[in-house]
């Protein structure tokens, strides 16, 4: 079976401080993770992916096999980044998401 | 491009009663998804379908809920009867094809009574 946990349903943080968002996962083969991301009022939508390694608004991941994490990092948070964030892993052609971390950033 | 379409946007209803909501993927997206995502949790895959065949419905309550996609574009995902716990957001979502990133539409809020 594929699951995805993200401990934090509320994280806040002061603009400027850095940002991580947890994500651990359990999966028996080889998995592709994704963070996605959903702002007020507006669609979900893909963030980043592992395999593409590239910085997306500033955030980043690294895929951890060893501790089977997938977590979200920013070193510089801004307001705009204040949004619902949904880790998500395919296995068996199907995306399974976590429950979702809510990132409050205040000024 | 035109993004993903879902309507309505809401719709509240009494238990037992039926539903039905519509999805227009974007142009040539061979893959489309129909997700439910409960208040507090994430999306959970309900059934996708690749053309207008069925590629995964493992979890679709197939009692109650029902989808087709006929002529392999638009799709309808069908509730009946409905039960209180059914009061959710169902998304739609769309892809080129199954490996390809989802573009997901708006989302209708469903709310049984």
């Known amino acids: 079976a594929q699951r995805v946990t993200q401990p934090e349903k509320l994280l806040s943080v002061f603009k400027g401080a850095p940002v991580e968002l947890k994500c651990n996962y359990s999966?028996?083969?080889?998995?592709?993770l994704f963070w996605y991301v959903q702002y007020s009022r507006q669609r979900l939508q893909l963030l980043l992916r592992h395999i593409s390694r590239e910085s997306i608004k500033g955030f980043t991941a690294d895929l951890n096999k060893g501790e089977t994490s997938f977590h979200l990092k920013k070193p510089f948070a801004q307001e705009e980044d204040s949004a619902m964030y949904y880790c998500a892993l395919k296995g068996f052609q199907k995306l399974v998401f976590g429950t979702g971390t809510r990132l409050l950033v205040s000024p | 491009e035109a993004g993903v379409a879902q309507s309505p946007r809401y719709k509240i209803i009494e238990k037992r009663q039926s539903v039905a909501f519509w999805c227009n993927p974007i142009s040539g997206h061979a893959t489309l998804y129909w997700y439910q995502q409960i208040l507090g949790q994430g999306p959970k895959l309900l059934i996708q379908f690749q053309n207008n065949g069925v590629v995964d419905d493992s979890q679709l309550p197939k009692d109650r809920f029902s989808a087709e996609r006929l002529k392999g574009v638009d799709s309808t995902l069908k509730i009946q009867p409905a039960k209180l716990e059914d009061s959710a957001v169902y998304l739609c979502a769309s892809s080129p094809n199954t490996d390809d990133e989802q573009f997901f539409g708006p989302g209708t809020r469903l709310t049984v009574l």
């Open positions: 999966y028996s083969g080889s998995p592709e």
